[in-house]
């Protein structure tokens, strides 16, 4: 487990750009095609894809904290956060720029999760869990006491405009795609560069042996700050992309169920693959989708049977299939 920490060969370090090279063509590869495909494709399935999307940022920022070997249950109150952030810059300041509001989402769930960061990163496992579980569920308490907020009904946020211009009706789910799934590439790729950075890789080493990477001269709790921040952003930005195309809001945002759906796609993905995350995501929303229409008494139940399946046949996750470590 030293070995994580140990400074990387001269061979390493050639290969390291050529292979973040590779992942990033492959990223860009990867969106121009799903915007391709996403021109030709249904209303309902571009809408699908870029809730999976926004979802995915989300459990994105579960699996980098899985990696350090805990698992939060309250990421629907970063997700509330930057949703309500978007909806309430668009609706009181008049200002409408989608990547802006986007942005604006995740530093607000950033400013809101940093006073608790430092504290969190004391704890493991189900103490973190239940911690992180009852400040969403307090955050869900006051968004329906507050009628500033709309209550329990929550409040519309109308079309979001890019670079000053309105969005055509015919094409703004389409635009409303390529955005989510562009900043959801850029996310990815970034967070790739981070998981196999340094810091990433102390992160995976405090996962096995927290005492050996102290010695070493690590932080762990540093790391676990640093990574519930990082987290904390992409659920931001997932909310305040998932409210502009829902073009609505409500406290629901911050339940218990919508951070469960969360970390049911971070145990669906693994730890080990970000591209996972995403596919995960879509997956989930394929198949609560048809379930709810086909089965709309018991899709829980479908969903519920699919992840059973998932762990019996693929234990370390969707990301276990191409990834080797």
Known sequence: MAAVLETPSIPARRRAPASRGRVTLLGLLAFAALAIVGWFSPRWLTFLVTMAAANGLVSLGIVCLMRGGVVPFGQGMLFAAGGYAAALIYNKLGFTDALALALCGGIAAVVIAA??????????????????????????????????????????????????????????????????????????????????????????????????????????????????????FCGGLGGALAVMALGHIEPNFSFWTTSGEFVFVAILAGWQSVAAVFLASTVLEVVRSFSSAYFPNTWQLALGLFLLFVIRFLPRGLGSLWMKK
Not at 143 to 148: E, I, Y
Not at 157 to 175: M, S
Not at 181 to 205: E, K, N, P
Request: glycine fraction near 10%; charge should be positive; hydrophobic fraction near 50%.
């Open 115 to 232: 006073p608790f960061a430092p504290l969190l990163s004391r704890y493991r496992g189900i103490f973190f869990a239940m911690l992180t579980l009852a400040l969403s569920m307090v955050t869900y308490g006051l968004l329906m006491k507050l009628d500033a907020l709309g209550g329990s009904d929550g409040f519309n946020l109308g079309r979001p405009t890019l670079f000053g211009k309105k969005l055509p009706d015919a094409h703004t789910g389409y635009i409303m795609y390529v955005i989510t799934i562009g900043i959801a590439t850029v996310m990815a790729l970034l967070a790739r560069i981070y998981f196999d950075s340094t810091r990433g890789l102390v992160t995976l080493a405090a996962r096995e042996n927290e005492l050996r990477v102290e010695y070493l001269g690590g932080s762990v709790r540093q790391s676990m700050t640093i990574n519930f921040i990082l987290a904390a």
